[in-house]
């Protein structure tokens, strides 16, 4: 069964910088074809993507957010880590870590087929 | 940047065929996909590479793709359809993109 799960702090503090760990099993992330993403949503509003890492190691950023923002891998631990820096709390939200496997045709992904559960995350003084 | 338009909000009868439609540049130059997500849940996988099902997803959901416009269709709803839906799709320069969302309210 291919799972995802979001851990990070429940609170964090304005200009502090927030880091986000995905933890996945049931695959492998040292696998060819394997990308993860962050993905957030702040209360009741639309998801907004903020990043993601391809099975290369290769990055990708919100061009919105690229400032701030870094995706890693452990494959060793099997996760992917988001931080972001500066922290605001218009960045309160719930963060999620989604799946993507990578087509034989290389561009694009595909869907994000497996979500984590989301981790609310609030930001305040 | 690219950007996807959805309608806020769509409305339909029980039984009857939803309609949701997600815009955008050149749309049908790259697979759109679609997101169903209910009150305090994650986002589901509902359609893939313009109009397939993942495994589990009930044949009433359906999608289509063609010039600007790509086009959730839910034939027979029924109110566990209610929910907010998402389309997504994958851009060379920004890479991941999210339409606003669409409220689908069966009544």
């Known amino acids: 069964q291919v799972t995802l799960k979001e851990s990070g702090p429940v609170l964090v503090k304005p200009t502090e910088t927030l880091t986000l760990t995905c933890t996945v099993s049931?695959?492998?992330?040292?696998?060819?074809?394997?990308?993860v993403s962050w993905i957030r949503q702040p209360p009741g509003k639309a998801l907004e993507w903020l990043a993601h890492?391809?099975?290369?190691?290769?990055?990708s950023y919100s061009t919105s957010l690229k400032s701030r923002l870094t995706i890693s891998k452990d494959t060793s631990k099997s996760q992917v880590v988001l931080t972001m820096t500066n922290i605001d709390p218009v960045d309160t939200a719930t963060y999620y870590c989604?799946?993507?496997?990578?087509?034989?045709?290389?561009?694009?992904?595909?869907?994000?087929?497996?979500w984590g559960q989301g981790t609310m995350v609030t930001v305040s003084s | 940047s690219y950007e996807l338009t959805q309608p806020p909000s769509v409305s339909v009868s029980p039984g009857q065929t939803a309609s949701i439609t997600c815009s955008g540049d050149?749309?049908?130059?790259?697979?759109a996909c679609w997101y169903q997500q209910k009150p305090g849940q994650s986002p589901v996988l509902v359609i893939y590479?313009?109009?397939k099902r993942p495994s589990g997803i009930p044949e009433r959901f359906s999608g289509s793709n063609s010039g600007y416009t790509a086009t959730l269709t839910i034939s027979g709803t029924q109110a566990m359809d209610e929910a907010d839906y998402y389309c997504?799709?994958?851009?060379?320069?920004?890479?991941?993109?999210f339409g606003g969302g669409t409220k689908l309210t069966v009544l």
């Open positions: 989604a799946r993507a496997k990578e087509l034989s045709s290389g561009w694009p992904p595909d869907a994000f087929d497996v």
């Open positions: 049931g695959f492998s992330l040292s696998n060819a074809r394997m990308g």
């Open positions: 890492i391809f099975s290369n190691d290769e990055k």
């Open positions: 050149k749309l049908e130059d790259k697979y």
């Open positions: 590479r313009d109009n």
């Open positions: 997504q799709a994958w851009e060379s320069s920004t890479a991941v993109v």
